[in-house]
């Protein structure tokens, strides 16, 4: 059982930078795939980025590319999500989430766990 707890929204101007943190209790961290997830008032939860088990693989949606950046910490069961040249369309309640092997998957159902999310608003 994986609990995780996101950390690191907050306030920032558009072109600006933020680092979230989702750090993870359970005791086996390295056996999942992790990922972001974003969603918006009045839209969809939406896929953001993933990373694989030893964080080799990364994918993201085609709207943060070349702007954030996923990567993970097994030694301190934390992944993170760094988010630069942030745009106004970015302001969404951050979520991470987590999966148990496999492959890296961009569907929210697949995912085992999910923290309780954390506000990203980035004004203009």
């Known amino acids: 059982q994986e609990r995780l707890v996101e950390s690191g929204g907050g306030l920032v101007q558009a072109g600006g930078s933020l680092r979230l943190s989702c750090v993870a209790s359970g005791r086996t961290f390295s056996s999942y795939n992790m990922g972001w997830f974003r969603q918006a008032p009045g839209k969809e939860r939406e896929f953001v980025a993933a990373?694989?088990?030893?964080?080799?693989?990364?994918r993201y949606t085609d709207s943060v590319k070349g702007r954030f950046t996923i990567s993970r910490d097994n030694a301190k069961n934390t992944a993170y999500l760094q988010m630069s040249s942030l745009k106004p369309e970015d302001t969404a309640v951050y979520f991470c989430?987590?999966?148990?092997?496999?492959?890296?998957?961009?569907?929210?159902?697949?995912?085992?766990?999910w923290g309780q999310g954390t506000q990203v608003t980035v004004s203009s």
């Open positions: 989430a987590a999966k148990y092997g496999g492959i890296l998957s961009q569907v929210s159902d697949r995912y085992d766990y």
């Open positions: 990373i694989s088990l030893s964080g080799a693989n990364t």
